[in-house]
């Protein structure tokens, strides 16, 4: 059984006295492929590293996260393009809009969301989409940007039904995590009425464990309860979970 976690933050400090074995633990647990997404210029060096330690698990992205989107956000801009330009990435992520910590900067992040749209879809390049209290500026970018080029993943999606296929609209995946085993999480009332071929499996570690980790440190090999909960809200198992939405994460990532 193959399980793909298509958003893991592994360079996370979180992690640093024990990130060796607790990437072992996830390749032991049947998590094989780990996609990373960018935060800003600062982690950069640390997933090259990631990469160079795990040349066959690690796939690497290259963006400026909203809530880094700061008064130096055209440098951070120009940090992304200049590392597109020198190598190969997998997607432009995680970009997108956050307005739950602070709408100082929403006209600076949407900037920041729509050059990094445009430069995914220079580098024929999925997005994977950090959208945090910000539904309707998510969406009016997308509309405005949607052409057949434009395809990803509605990163730790945790919206509506409606929102739900809004998203898979614009060729969005939904990337299902620890939410949807959350009592309050909402999305596994109506996940099912999705198609399986629209999810795609991901943790962020270190963030949002699932239940029964909550409110502890997530790592990867805690997707195994996403596995899980799927398989009982789908009626499939756990295996044909793994290999659907590892599948999906194929025909995204291109890998």
Request: glycine content about 6%; some cysteine.
């Amino acid at each position: 059984m193959v399980i793909t976690d298509t958003h893991t933050h592994l360079y996370a400090e979180d992690f640093d006295q024990d990130r060796d074995q607790m990437i072992q633990r996830a390749i032991d647990a049947g998590v094989s492929r780990f996609f990373i997404p960018a935060i800003d210029s600062t982690c950069t060096q640390s997933m090259y590293d990631l990469e160079q330690n795990y040349p066959d698990h690690i796939f690497l992205m290259m963006g400026l996260h909203p809530t880094y989107v700061k008064e130096n956000y055209e440098q951070e801009l120009q940090h992304v393009a200049d590392e597109l330009s020198k190598r190969k990435f997998y997607a432009i992520g995680e970009i997108g809009i956050d307005l739950y910590w602070d709408k100082t900067h929403l006209p600076q992040q949407q900037i920041a969301f729509r050059k990094q749209i445009q430069l995914a879809k220079e580098y024929k390049l999925p997005i994977v989409i950090h959208c945090r209290e910000a539904f309707d500026e998510i969406f009016e970018i997308l509309e405005q940007e949607k052409s057949p080029e434009l395809f990803g993943i509605f990163h730790c999606f945790s919206g509506t039904y409606e929102q739900a296929l809004q998203a898979i609209s614009y060729n969005m995946k939904l990337g299902i995590g620890g939410v949807a085993t959350f009592k309050n999480g909402k999305i596994d009332q109506f996940l099912n009425q999705i198609d399986l071929e629209h999810i795609v499996l991901e943790t962020d570690s270190p963030y949002l464990a699932p239940v029964p980790y909550r409110g502890k440190r997530n790592e990867s090999s805690y997707i195994v309860s996403v596995v899980e909960k799927l398989s009982q809200l789908y009626g499939l198992s756990a295996h044909e979970i793994a290999t659907i939405t590892t599948a999906n994460s194929k025909a995204i990532f291109g890998i």
